[in-house]
């Protein structure tokens, strides 16, 4: 009897024991997960402001200047009409909670320009030159030929096309199409139907009519096409449809022919077409408006072929040997447009 009271209280002493544990154990609480929102990061293009989803938020407030200006459940807003510059960020939030603030960016202003920040080019047929961070907007309404070139700048550029036809350029002064190095935009506003269409090589020498007393002469070779526009983004928004096309590369020429007399000379060598363009080198395209978005790369341009060999001395043997000795130009490679990012709302 004794052995059965002493088995039965340490059953029960255990018992009280295992609770004792387990009533110190730290159970996480799983709803922290569902009460955390990270902060959004917003970019801006122009007055268009995206950023990431955040998760567990339904809806995200838009404060312009530290001001709360509107609340609203797309990962996207458009400022509209911009007076000034101003500093922007977004919170995301769902009905209890909200996150930190986002990264906070300034974005330029879209109107209400000085007469000075303003480059109005419709009455010009021609325009060559550097455009400085002094212009803000730049309106073009006719056809003309250009070639711009964007100083080093930090605020937005504006294009205001109004059914323009463009043939030339625009490009950043160093090239580069970089948006962490050149963080602004350039932002096309369509008024009807325009195009920007680079120029086009040159073709290369032709030297088929020439005659050289035992001299020959190698064509000439195409030069490239010239690329079409090179930014750091591309933003186009309103209505009609655009169309950016670069130029082609030049053909090769065409070499010297011999003569009945030249005894020792072939015939001039055949030589390259020159590269195509490129129609558009940018990080971003955003696009938002109403109408078609045509990108057309430039085609390389045909070797030059060897002049004719009319040498009754060299002229069978020149002929075989063609292909490895004055054949020997190639054709030039087609442009290939670099768009590292697109985005489409259309």
């Keep these: 009897m004794f052995k059965k009271l002493l088995i039965i209280f340490f059953l029960i002493f255990l018992t009280g024991c295992y609770k004792s544990e387990n009533n110190n154990i730290d159970v996480p609480d799983l709803s922290d997960n569902y009460n955390k929102i990270t902060s959004p990061y917003i970019r801006n293009f122009g007055s268009y402001i995206i950023w990431n989803e955040c998760k567990n938020a339904n809806q995200y407030e838009i404060y312009v200047d530290n001001v709360l200006i509107d609340t609203v459940v797309d990962e996207m807003y458009d400022l509209g009409t911009i007076k000034k510059n101003i500093n922007l960020y977004v919170k995301a939030c769902n009905n209890s909670i909200k996150s930190e603030k986002s990264n906070e960016i300034s974005v330029d202003k879209n109107s209400n320009f000085n007469t000075n920040e303003i480059l109005d080019l419709t009455t010009c047929s021609s325009y060559i030159d550097i455009i400085g961070d002094n212009i803000k907007k730049i309106i073009i309404s006719n056809n003309i030929e250009l070639d711009l070139e964007i100083a080093d700048r930090k605020n937005d550029l504006i294009f205001e096309l109004n059914n323009a036809s463009i043939i030339g350029s625009i490009y950043t002064e160093s090239k ?74 030049g053909d090769g020429g065409i070499g010297s022919s011999t003569t009945t007399w030249e005894a020792v000379n072939g015939p001039g060598k055949g030589a390259n077409g020159g590269d195509g363009g490129k129609a558009i080198q940018t990080s971003t395209v955003f696009l938002n408006f109403v109408g078609e978005f045509n990108v057309q790369n430039g085609k390389g341009g045909l070797k030059g072929k060897p002049g004719n060999n009319g040498s009754i001395i060299t002229g069978p043997a020149a002929s075989m040997m063609w292909d490895d000795v004055y054949d020997i130009g190639e054709d030039g490679n087609d442009g290939v447009s670099i768009i590292n990012e697109t985005i489409d709302l259309r």
């Design 176 to 249: 580069n199409y970089n948006k962490q190095d050149l963080n602004y935009n350039v932002i096309f506003n369509l008024n009807g139907d325009s195009s920007i269409k680079a120029l086009n090589g040159i073709n290369g020498d032709d030297f088929s009519n020439s005659a050289f007393d035992n001299l020959e002469k190698d064509a000439g070779e195409g030069t490239n096409g010239k690329d079409t526009l090179i930014v750091p983004s591309l933003v186009v928004f309103g209505q009609g449809n655009l169309s950016i096309i670069a130029g082609d590369g």
